[in-house]
């Protein structure tokens, strides 16, 4: 059977961000979000708590350089219980490089096997990331085709047998994210596809049953 996971990305960024998350969720095809702890929207997430069926992880925002990555994820995950009040579901990198990534993989790869916790690209779900509208690299110009119904159509293609992960970044743009990052606007569109019955409709007609980091086992 082919199992999709919609995890949306940044939650704690903005408010604007948060608030599309949750409609996402309640309203739309996401089943799972992760958490920026140093965020100042981020305390709203002991308030993700009371959605039973949401899976809540940590986005891993890597160490500045000279920071050691096994002090700055632990201080991370500790915070991350400190606003949920328990462990995530889950765990991911916010703008992993080839350049800074290596140096945490095998710190996230010794958490997931010794605390039974799925990781973003270690070969627990793959990972679709297409429906973006940046380049997968995070680079420009902006294609906001990617992030309509035809552009999930198309990321849905790469749905396989198992577990799959199509990465989001839904939301509501405000001043206060434009002052952040040129990927704001183009976050509404994703929550109008994602929340749109069609989306709905085109994973039942693709065969797909959406789940969660939480139906993941790491043995």
């Not at 903005?14 to 992760?34: D, H, L, P, R």
């Not at 992880?57 to 096994?70: M, Q």
């Not at 350049?99 to 690209?121: C, G, T």
Request: charged share 30%; glycine share 8%; aromatic share 8%.
């Amino acid at each position: 059977m082919k199992y999709l996971i919609v995890n949306s990305d940044d939650f704690g960024y903005t408010k604007g961000i948060n608030k599309g998350i949750i409609e996402a969720y309640t309203n739309g095809i996401v089943t799972s979000t992760s958490v920026m702890v140093d965020e100042p929207a981020a305390i709203e997430s002991r308030d993700l708590i009371k959605y039973k069926d949401l899976s809540i992880g940590l986005h891993f925002v890597l160490p500045k350089e000279g920071v050691p990555g096994n002090i700055e994820f632990n201080r991370q995950l500790r915070k991350f219980k400190e606003l949920v009040g328990r462990d995530p579901d889950h765990i991911d990198v916010h703008k992993p490089r080839p350049n800074n990534y290596p140096q945490v993989e095998h710190i996230l790869a010794d958490y997931s096997k010794e605390n039974h916790v799925p990781v973003r690209n270690l070969g627990y779900a793959k990972l679709i990331k297409t429906f973006f509208g940046l380049n997968i690299d995070g680079s420009g110009p902006m294609d906001e085709s990617r992030v309509t119904l035809e552009g999930l159509g198309r990321a849905l293609e790469d749905v396989e047998d198992g577990y799959n992960e199509l990465m989001c970044h839904v939301g509501y743009s405000d001043d206060a994210l434009r002052g952040l990052s040129s990927y704001s606007d183009v976050r509404e569109k994703e929550l109008r596809t994602l929340t749109s019955d069609e989306a709905k409709e085109l994973i039942q007609d693709r065969g797909i049953t959406l789940c969660s980091w939480k139906q993941v086992r790491v043995e």
